[in-house]
């Protein structure tokens, strides 16, 4: 049996010394040194293979660790407390819940035009205007396909209504303008649809000339077109737009009267098909966005 030799503890102290002062190269040889005195029987390519170094390749810093992306405490414990979501996925987030919001209900305006739009047109319901032929406050004639290729807004009034049809036709101005005013009419741009066309539509012709139309229009707007026609023709389109229209009965020449007959503004596409009625209840700037949102819908 051999005898196994004990390193001296001056060569221990030295190792020691060794460690604490970082000396690689030294370290190396010293480990190997005491390796061999230690275990002489072991080969020496598995006496220390922890601080052989490899030829030609630096000496690295070995760790299972995930490196750290934080520099301190402080920064390990914000992250920590933030969790996996930032304030940039919050805002990311909460735009994109908007948009589709948003979306979602203009599509459900968008469609619901279109119900009302294509309820007028529907079948076995009652058709809402119709082929026309009257007198405009010039003494022209004015026809239905006069109404084609721009969306029309008609209204049906008197000259002599004291309170109600003038209120409605300052309205009617203002609605001219705003819609007017949107890129989405024009009357230079080829790819928009021409201005809006304003049609006042006199229910007492017997009073109602072309001389006391164009008077009477011209304190209101320069765009609207009055029209006016006999009897049985201003029967006949009021019948054919279903407006409610009376005039007292025993009426002499030259006594002043009133007539009866209902309030709404008649939006037309641009085919003369009927799209929606616009009442007292809507203000100008409800009424424009009215319009203008089936002016939209139409170029869509």
Known sequence: MSKTTVPSRNLISSFSRTLRNKKAPFLAA???????IAFPTVPRSQQCLRCTPKPNSPLRQFSSSTPRT??????????YRSGPFSWKAGVLFLSSGAALIFYFRYEKARMERKRVAEA????GRPKVGGPFSLLD?????????????RYSLVYFGFTHCPDICPEELDKMAQMIDLVNASPLLSSTATSSLPPLLPLFITCDPARDTPGVLQTYLSEFHPAIIGLTGTWEQIKDICKKYR????TPEGVKKGQDYLVDHSIYFYLMDPE???VEAIGRQHSPEDA??????HVGDWKS
Not at 30 to 36: F, I, N, R, Y
Not at 70 to 79: F, G, H, N
Not at 120 to 123: E, H, R
Not at 137 to 149: A, L, P, R, S, V
């Open 288 to 293: 424009a966005k009215i319009i203008l949102a």
């Open 30 to 36: 010293q480990c190997h040194k005491l390796s061999t």
């Open 120 to 123: 007028a047109k529907g079948v």
């Open 272 to 274: 003369g098909d009927f």
């Open 70 to 79: 934080y520099k301190t405490v402080q920064e390990q414990r914000s992250r």
């Open 243 to 246: 407006v409610y229209f009376s």
């Open 137 to 149: 406050q010039n003494g022209k004639e004015f026809t239905d396909g006069d109404m084609k290729g």
